[in-house]
């Protein structure tokens, strides 16, 4: 498997932690920064024109195949953030997706490391996932921008 | 809309409160209480055969129509405690089921209700959602029980 | 108990549909709506000067009594939404805040209200919280905007 | 940092995967098992002895320094799994615990790893919290069981 390094393009997506992402020890509730995560992955490849609603339309997936975090500081309620993501590599079907949570004041929150797999769906959402070469015409968006 | 009053099933989803399911007040955020009723809705048709898989093969759904919940007494982490559920009324296309959330000594914590449609996905999971008549078999197993 | 009308005040939560918001039947979780909600009531209050670290340094607390929401129209993944919410009344120790929640188009997702009681922590968060009455510096904020 | 391996006592925690658990993938959405995985770590501690109850009466915490989790095989709804969890070692104020999930009929869903701190809340919870050497008499249960 060629891997291909990229890093060109940082998508940010601003956050804030709410009162019910928050434990009863009054910081953050560490799976929150997964969903964060998550969210920030599907806004950086809308940000190259593949939109959650594309995605829908083409049947088209990106499950996981791990996912790790690494938490720096305690966030708060109230606490602005934004969620800076790039792709660190393609591999043939697989490709990983690096993630830095930043306070606005510049903090680092925490960084973590998705795997994901490109996926399409057999027949419509809900039916057998298969896992699909990374389109060269996806992976060009990363490398052109 | 001719109604029909149900109130033999009473189904029991146990649940537990979980430290991420509280908020920096230490009690439960109460937003879970939603996703409790949720599944004790699901449990609830599953215990008449309803399963999630027949609900899957089927193509059937249940969206809802509305939702409200009381909160009588704060819970806490470690909190056991279980939902009862009945349906409160049949409809036409819709229903009413009713819930109440106990600890496991007997204290009411919280009671609500949830107001929903029957519908089938026009082509699987992610189509358009059409709602149906609510089935005499299934109403029946209701009634029957 | 007397109540007083308010309706001046209107803030504007924003927020987006997330894919791990939306269930398998492709359309936003419902209790994703009382999250939303929720973390409106904390932006309506951060707004004429109550935020959540002022609440957090004088140990104050909004705990719910009651909520609930209609749903009208299904959001999917993607959606970039607001939650406007205003005080619908204040009461003794009680007051009401209305939310609704429209789409970026003005398609309007969802409606529901919140009944949430005024309190104060005896000894900081985790410990007992005690009802207040609502301070008249409170509620004259809403009231002069 | 001297460590000691453990790995006698294992802890099992039972789960659903619910429909608001899912995605519009119909699988299980990921931050999900770090829900599980947080909960199966209380539920590992309760079972020696440091219930919420204790932890919170104590003011004690194990915040967290960094989580891991590979997804095995995609989760349903209505899967009934149950969280397998361990000591992996304790260091000197930090421990980690290796989870893996079931489901019933014993395919590995997912399994990861939670590292984790002991600490103490100077002054209850919401308060600055302080990192403790692990306390003998706690890693005692563990290597007794």
Known sequence: M???????????FPCQVQ???CDPAGIIFYPTYFRWMDAAC???FAGVGYTAKRMRAEHLAMPLVSADCQFLYPAEQGDRCEVR???????????????EVQREDGMALAKGEETRVWGKFANGPGTRLRGLALPEELTALFRAA
């Open 2 to 12: 060629s891997e291909v390094q990229f890093g060109s393009i940082v998508a940010s």
């Open 19 to 21: 009162w019910g992402d």
């Open 42 to 44: 599907w806004a950086l």
């Open 85 to 99: 993501s790039r792709i660190l590599r393609f591999g043939g079907k697989s490709f990983v997706v690096a993630h």
